[in-house]
């Protein structure tokens, strides 16, 4: 991604060191108003409990659909199809501050969370945590560690279940209880 676009250090919109802002965008009105309320109530507790863990920065989350999401995949990593979330970290090195752009996709949440009979809003919250764990050096393409997948999934549901969700990741699908 050209990390170009993104805004001057000074721009006075921009948090101040401490904060933590999560800013979801539908343009295509994938969700419904009470549905994206509900993401923005999920979102503000989120970053209530990341910034107690000192977490700090700025999100950028845009809501695609399948068609927008498999573009994407594949123009960024070469994979064909869909997914559920592509993360963009955009701070440089070194740097204590989130900077980071996020593509969900609101079809494959939707996929997911009637699968696992939970609100389509908690799946999206899922891929959100997700992508920041990424930025904060959890990686669930391995396997081995305290920042591989087992560690990072169990991170997923521990902050989910923090800020009123509970677990989502480890919610079996339907039918297949486990």
């Known amino acids: 991604m050209d990390t170009s676009q993104h805004e001057p250090p000074d721009d006075p919109d ?43 920065g700025e999100v950028r989350i845009a809501l695609v659909n399948d068609a927008a999401m498999a573009e994407l995949h594949e123009r960024h990593t070469g994979v064909p199809g869909t997914t559920d979330v592509l993360t963009f970290d955009l701070a440089g090195t070194g740097e204590t501050s989130l900077d980071v752009d996020l593509t969900v996709c609101v079809d494959q949440a939707g996929r997911e969370a009637r699968s696992r009979g939970i609100p389509v809003v908690h799946e999206l919250v899922l891929y959100i945590i997700h992508g920041v764990l990424h930025c904060v050096g959890y990686d669930d393409h391995t396997c081995e560690g305290d920042f591989g997948a087992d560690a990072m999934h169990r991170r997923e549901d521990e902050i989910l279940h923090a800020i009123g969700i509970g677990p989502v990741y480890s919610v079996p699908e339907q039918g297949n209880r486990r």
């Open 14 to 56: 921009r948090p101040t060191t401490g904060s933590l802002v999560f800013a979801p965008a539908d343009p295509g009105r994938l969700l419904a108003p009470e549905q994206f309320n509900d993401l923005h109530r999920s979102l503000d507790a989120l970053a209530s409990h990341l910034m107690q863990e000192e977490v700090a």
